[in-house]
């Protein structure tokens, strides 16, 4: 068996690229970049990807009800932990906490106090911008009533995709049926 890290995160990236069509397919990936975190402790790009990866399990219909997973939360942890400039950990982490949060999920007034708010914003201030991302993190500022950082994520995502049909019919759903948050 190969005791090369960076072996097993390869093959690891495989299986999680094909895991997109085929989600069982995320365990062996998961099961690689174990093994790759297990021979380089200290890589924080081998801790974000195994993130990813334990994101990507299939769960069970008692897992699905709770949205988010302890296990990749605890893995975009100890990323930020190794490198505090990886903006896709921190964007990660902060929407496993609101998944893990629930339907009842609110960010707190204080910036200074919401782990959340914080982690979301250091993944903009790290320029973590693709499109995804940036549609996520607008998705949860909306949704946590946060209108003012939304809306500069829309704008952004506006100014680069103007013909995205999926992204105007976001702004427009939000400015139509929540105009005080917008």
């Given amino acids: 068996a190969p005791r090369d890290a960076a072996a097993f995160a390869a093959r690891a990236e495989s299986w999680l690229a094909l895991a997109k069509a085929t989600p069982a397919l995320a365990e062996s990936a998961l099961a690689d970049f174990r093994q790759a975190t297990h021979l380089a402790p200290d890589n924080a790009g081998y801790w974000l990807r195994r993130g990813i990866a334990e994101e990507a399990r299939p769960r069970s219909e008692w897992a699905l009800l709770s949205g988010g997973s302890e296990?990749?939360?605890?893995?975009?942890?100890?990323?930020?932990?190794?490198?505090?400039r990886l903006g896709e950990a921190w964007l990660r982490r902060g929407l496993q906490r609101i998944?893990?949060?629930?339907?009842?999920?609110?960010?707190?007034?204080?910036?200074?106090?919401?782990?959340?708010?914080?982690?979301?914003?250091?993944?903009?201030?790290?320029?973590?911008?693709?499109r995804e991302a940036s549609l996520r993190r607008a998705k949860a500022f909306q949704s946590a009533t946060r209108p003012a950082l939304a809306a500069a994520e829309f704008s952004r995502l506006l100014a680069e995709t103007p013909d995205d049909v999926e992204l105007l019919a976001d702004v427009f759903w939000i400015s139509r049926f929540h105009p005080a948050r917008w």
Avoid: M, N, W
């Fill in 99 to 130: 998944e893990l949060a629930g339907l009842g999920f609110t960010l707190q007034e204080d910036a200074e106090q919401d782990p959340v708010l914080q982690d979301l914003v250091k993944s903009i201030e790290l320029g973590y911008h693709t």
């Fill in 71 to 84: 296990a990749a939360l605890a893995c975009f942890d100890r990323a930020v932990a190794l490198d505090d």
